[in-house]
């Protein structure tokens, strides 16, 4: 069964930093394409980083330089290293996974999903 969960979201000040976590289940990460989602109030789920299965990266242009992805292949988990936060980036943020499509940008091309967690960044 496969399964995703995402932890290590909170709030912060602006400028702060948080780093979240997606530990997978069920499936090998490194077989897998992968990406951060997050959706703000009010706005449609935006993609912020698309990671392929040899681990090219590409990043949405509002986070290039601030926010960071890596994997831990030996625990199977997902990382997303965000700095100098700033309150537009406030959202709940999703790690997503597809078996099929690799740098996807829209989310129907993802076949699973956590539940997410919240990032909430104050002024």
């Known amino acids: 069964q496969v399964q995703l969960a995402e932890s290590g979201g909170g709030s912060v000040q602006a400028g702060g930093s948080l780093r979240l976590s997606c530990a997978v289940s069920?499936?090998?990460?490194?077989?897998?394409?992968m990406g951060w989602f997050r959706q703000g109030p009010g706005k449609e789920r935006e993609g912020v980083v698309y990671i392929d299965n040899a681990g090219s990266t590409r990043y949405a242009d509002s986070v290039k330089g601030r926010f960071t992805t890596s994997s831990d292949n030996a625990k199977n988990t997902l990382i997303l290293q965000m700095n100098s936060l700033k309150p537009e980036d406030t959202g709940v943020y999703y790690c997503?996974?597809?078996?099929?499509?690799?740098?996807?940008?829209?989310?129907?091309?993802?076949?699973?999903w956590g539940p997410g967690t919240q990032v909430t960044v104050s002024s």
């Open positions: 069920g499936f090998t990460l490194s077989r897998y394409c």
């Open positions: 997503a996974a597809s078996s099929r499509w690799c740098l996807a940008r829209r989310p129907d091309m993802y076949d699973y």
